[in-house]
């Protein structure tokens, strides 16, 4: 069980920030809103945006990850959400609706890679409390966005949020580098 522990949380860090990536906007909106001008009605396109570009590549990230490797398509998911939602700081509309496509694009990316890792750690009796604790961690970014980013935009400002938790996003590709 040890061999599993380390891959596992690396995997269920990867979902988390993916899901706080993709749920932040949505978070901050009436701030957004209000400073941009930016109709209330965009945040509900926004998710459909979001889970479009999710669409997208879990159809291309089983053969992303044969290729490249599910670590590195990991680290490459967290990279393109982590910029998409730094890019939101803009606040410009067509970069908030290219950033939408971009972080469920990422978010996408991770689904393959995580079920590759996990099943090459995992005995097949162990399949079911380990994909059910990686799937937990969809709920607990959710949980953990709907917890932080309230503070930070109060805190800081909407811009600054959005960039600094971007920022956090990003850079959890290098905590999972060992694996």
Known sequence: MSKIVWPLAAVMLVQAMLMVATVTVP??????????????RWIGIYSSLVFSGALVSIVLGGHLTRQFGAVTMSQIALVISGLALMATATGVLPVITGSAIAAGFGYGLATPAASQILAKISQPQQHGIVFSLKQSTVSLGGLMAGLVVPVFVVGFGWKTATFGIGLIVFTACLLIHPL
């Open 27 to 40: 978070i901050l909106a009436p701030e957004l809103a209000a400073d941009t001008g930016i109709e209330p």
